[in-house]
């Protein structure tokens, strides 16, 4: 069975601050890892993807890569309250139609 | 990316009946996703909307319940066939990307069946 693991939360951080979101896959046959955002009410929204293992930065989003582990990561810095949502980390299955598995999600609470 | 919209934006419908929800998206798209979202919960894959052949489905979700129609590479429905309240949920197209696999959502149709 895939399947892609995040602490539900709710993590909390001050405004501010570094927000740390980790996923972790257990389909060594992933390629490719997305981080959604998905506002209360509202549909998902991609914000990052990473394929290769290393950083990829964009503003004030980081993902972060470690296929030998199997762990991807999201940070955010400057936190500000706008980023309080749940944040949905995917990982390719590996096949041919490009479907994701989608982990549980974390949501996050900025506070002011 | 893609501009996705869906019809309804939400419906609420009685036991027994059905509901077909439509997807439009701006441009030709190879692949388009069926999603559905309950309260509080992660998102789960139904089926790959194939145009010119059957949808695939995944575990749990047969044609029957949720027949797909994917007449072009621009359109998709998703009819959920004899509503009970369990099928209350987000139901959400998606079209994926080519390159990287990554994929862009439609606003969703939050259904309420009672």
């Known amino acids: 069975q895939k399947e892609v693991e995040q602490n539900s939360g709710p993590l909390s951080v001050p405004e501010g601050a570094i927000a740390s979101l980790n996923c972790t896959y257990s389909?060594?046959?992933?390629?490719?890892f997305f981080w959604y955002r998905q506002y209360s009410g509202k549909s998902p929204e991609l914000i990052m993807f990473?394929?290769?293992?290393g950083d990829k930065e964009d503003g004030r989003f980081t993902a972060q890569l470690n296929k030998a582990s199997q762990y991807v990561s999201l940070l955010i810095r400057d936190s500000q309250p706008s980023d309080s949502a749940t944040y949905l980390c995917?990982?390719?299955?590996?096949?041919?139609?490009?479907?994701?598995?989608f982990g549980k999600g974390t949501k996050l609470s900025v506070k002011p | 990316s893609a501009v996705i919209s869906q019809k309804p934006s939400r419906d609420i419908c009685q036991r027994g009946t059905s509901l077909t929800i439509q997807c439009q998206v701006d441009?030709?798209?190879?692949?388009m996703f069926w999603y559905r979202q309950q309260p509080g919960q992660s998102l789960t894959l139904i089926a790959t909307?194939?145009?010119?052949?059957?949808?695939?489905?995944e575990s749990g979700f047969v044609i029957d319940k949720f027949p797909i129609s994917r007449p072009n590479l621009t359109f998709s429905t998703l009819t959920v066939s004899n509503m009970s309240p369990e099928d209350s949920s987000i139901y959400l197209c998606?079209?994926?990307?080519?390159?990287?696999?990554?994929?862009?959502f439609g606003p969703g149709t939050r259904l309420t069946v009672l």
């Open positions: 389909d060594r046959g992933s390629q490719s």
């Open positions: 909307a194939n145009q010119g052949s059957e949808a695939t489905y």
């Open positions: 995917a990982g390719g299955d590996g096949g041919s139609q490009g479907n994701l598995i």
């Open positions: 990473i394929y290769s293992n």
């Open positions: 441009s030709q798209v190879t692949m």
């Open positions: 998606s079209v994926g990307a080519q390159i990287y696999n990554e994929q862009f």
